[in-house]
């Protein structure tokens, strides 16, 4: 699984888990509700600021929201 979809996936599953919608995420981090979902689809990436960004309103390090979930396939070298 790549790098932005493990993201993407983590960044839904957490703003679920905090009980947010996108608006209401969108609306803690200062940014537009279409750039979440634009997120949380894999479209875009998140500068190194935004994941910070969003990891604070998740109330999560920033590192969390790029690991993938335990039990998923790693990336050989």
């Known amino acids: 699984m790549e790098i932005r979809a493990i993201f993407a996936e983590n960044l839904r599953q957490r703003r679920l888990a905090c009980g947010l919608s996108q608006e209401a995420l969108a609306h ?26 969003l990891a604070t309103v998740l109330k999560t390090e920033a590192y969390a929201l790029l690991m993938p979930a335990s039990g998923a396939r790693k990336r050989r070298p």
């Open 28 to 53: 803690e981090a200062d940014i537009d509700r279409t750039y979440v979902s634009a997120l949380e689809r894999g479209l875009y990436s998140p500068t190194i600021d935004m994941l910070d960004k």
